[in-house]
Structures are given as structure tokens and as C-alpha cells.
């Protein structure tokens, strides 16, 4: 699959340099030109990587860096700014960032960073999963939402793996069965919604907010 990136960055020749760039070493790219714009777009579409210019109308940059980190959005984020004293480089890396590059910057550099940042979250994904504030560590068997811990059952914890391994993907019953419970499974049926009743029950336990939508007739689905 191509890696999506996600390049916020108002000035109209650079985003549309970055974006011919991007396409010809073969990524997916979507460029929004405001700051309002590009967070809507970055949780909307939670692409692989996010090019962020500091200085956009609407709200910084910076600031959207905060806020996606604030809801747990580990998205590689590089910034991209013409500041270059070492307290500006700092206040972006506390804001969440990953990487900076100053402007004007090579193109070569920018594929480097940008390959090293996608390889980089590519091995941490290997064991944790997230969707929105819901985050899931394979090999810990942690699941946090936002910073809450939430103690599974070994069941629970197996479905909610799945769901969160295939989001805004409907699973049938048959498919959720098979794969969380065995193709061997005798038992009752409506296990799942069972064991769905109890995900739910812990995932919300705060008031937040439902992930695991019933899509009547079909199964289940991991969405907003």
C-alpha cells in the first residue's frame, strides 16, 4: 500500500513543488492550505505522515502538533518553518513534532527524513495499534484510552485486536467469529454481542466517546 501524507503548507508553489515530489517516489498525497483545515483533514484521514509548515492562517502549525498529540495521535509529524534558532526547533519538538526542517530545504533531505520517519512508525506499529484516543500495545497487551488504563479480558483484549487492526472496515459476525473465537467455535452465537456489550462498557466508562459502531444486518465496525 502507498503511504498517505498529509502536507499543510500555504504556500501555494512550495505544497504543489512538495506534492509532484511526493507522487513521482510514488506516496498518496493530500495538501490543505490552512491550519483549521489541515487538523479536521489529519484526524478525518490519519495518514502516515504529516508535512507541517508553522506559519499557517486559521492556527499554527505548532498548535496543531499539540492538539493531535493531546488526543494521542502518534502520526509522524516534520515540521516545516523558516525559524532556525535552537529555541524555535525546541519548542516544536516539545510540541510533539518529530523532525524539522528548516526552509529553504533540499528535496533529497526532505525523501530522507520522510523515509526514516515512515520506517521509524512502521516498526513501532508492528506491536501497538491506534485509532483516535484508543491505543492498543500488542506486546504489553495494554490498551489505553487517552491515559486511561482499561483492564481486559484475554477475549476482550483478542476482539478488540481485531476491530482495531481493520478500522472503518465492517467485519461480519461469521469473520469475527472465525478469527477471534476459532473455526471451530460451537458455542453461542451472540458471544459477540456479549463480549461487544462488555468492550463498550469499558471503553466508554468515561462518557467518551463510541468506537465500536453495530451495522445492523452485517457486524461491527471500528469508526468514529
Known sequence: MKSHILVVEDEGKLAQFIKLELEYEGYEVTVVTDGLGGLGTAREMTPDLILLDWMLPGISGLEICRRLR???????????????????RVAGLDAGADDYMIKPFSIEELLARIRANLRRNQEEDSSSLQ????????????????????????KEFDLLEYLISHPRQVLTRDQILERVWGYDFMGDSNIIEVYVRYLRLKLEANQEPRLIQTVRGVGYVLRE
Do not use: C, H, M, W
Open 70 to 88: 493531546q488526543t494521542g495521535d502518534k502520526v509522524p509529524i516534520i515540521l516545516l518553518t523558516a525559524k532556525d534558532e535552537v529555541s524555535d
Open 131 to 154: 485509532f483516535s484516543d484508543l491505543r492498543l500495545d500488542r506486546s504489553s497487551r495494554e490498551v489505553y484510552r487517552s491515559n486511561r488504563l482499561i483492564e481486559l479480558t484475554a
